[in-house]
């Protein structure tokens, strides 16, 4: 579940080139009543996926009409780029990055909110001295060079009453753990509490994380179902469709948990295979995270899209200012 904030020159011109292909489409033969629909993940089948799987394993797409074709990105860029341009129908992304593609232009849209709080949070050794971010004055924060962590981090010390200017980041790539685990620094940023933080826990490197919700940052959405303008413009009903049979499958995973991971677990990707126990937890941390409460499964509140925009804006990390209206359509 990695992210970058760097939006390629080359997304834009994958969006002029691609001339409006559509990517829905009906099968033929046996399926030819199902529409087949492209979805691409953030990552490699995980905890969080568990709904999608089920959904497919027990029949609501194909109960809505679809036939989904479930696909990992060769790089994490990917998906938001390939929606963009219409190479794929839909892709699970964030809404920070969702955020910037916007004020680049970039027309893409979220339609369902899938984890409705961070999971990416500021982690520190549990036995430590740091206790709140104003403790990282004079302390190294390890980090995958990302626009978005760096203001997650100014605005959590800043906000603690720290002083930004005595904290030091440095890029550690994606080589989050072993950072960590050797001390290389005192504090990561970038990693999230349903991974890092429990393979850390795992590998005997207890962490205490601190929500960058509580320290000034707005409450985002981490994780979001994205399609493109024209997508979405042309076939609203495939949309409404998919957030129906998602949303049982949501309620399957919910009501039997075990039985959902059990599902995810078949569907492992061999090159990134899973610690049941890991995604066990990790399945725990995330069921009250993607809970919308009395609102429907991926409901998008205005309000979260306004002040995430406006706090992206205030730091710099986006440019030109994003009408919440035009980032988000709920179904």
Known sequence: ?????????????????????????????????????????????????????VAEEKGYFKAQGLDVD????????????????????????????????????????????????????LMVPADGPIQSPKDLAGKTIGYPSIPLDEAIVGTMVKADGGDVKKVKMVDV???LIPAMATKKTDALIGGYINHEKLLLDKEGHPMRTLNPADY?????????????EKG????????????????????????????????????????????????TKSLEILLPLMDAKAKPFGYQDPQTWEKT????????VIKATVKAEDAFVNY
């Open 1 to 53: 579940m990695k992210k970058s904030l760097l939006i390629f020159a080359s997304l834009m011109l994958l969006v002029l080139s691609a001339c409006g292909k559509e990517t829905v489409e009906k099968n033929g033969g046996a399926n030819d009543k199902l529409q087949k629909v492209s979805l691409m993940l953030d990552w490699y089948p995980n905890a969080v996926h568990s709904f999608l799987f």
């Open 70 to 121: 479930i696909q990992m990105p060769a790089d994490t860029n990917d998906p938001l780029k390939l929606v963009a341009a219409n190479q794929i129908d839909i892709a699970m992304s964030y809404q920070p990055q969702v955020l910037v593609a916007r004020s680049e232009e970039i027309p893409v849209q979220s339609f369902g909110a899938i984890v409705r709080h961070p999971l990416n949070q």
């Open 173 to 175: 790539g994606w080589d």
């Open 216 to 228: 000034g940052v707005p409450d985002y959405y981490e994780l979001v179902m994205v399609a493109s």
């Open 232 to 279: 979405l413009k042309d076939k609203p009903e495939v949309f409404k469709k998919f957030m129906k049979a998602i949303t049982e499958g949501q309620k399957y995973v919910q009501a039997h948990p075990e039985d959902g991971l059990s599902i995810l677990m078949t569907h492992e990707d061999k090159t990134s295979p899973l610690e049941k126990d890991v995604e």
């Open 309 to 316: 925009a406006q706090w992206l804006k205030d730091k710099k």
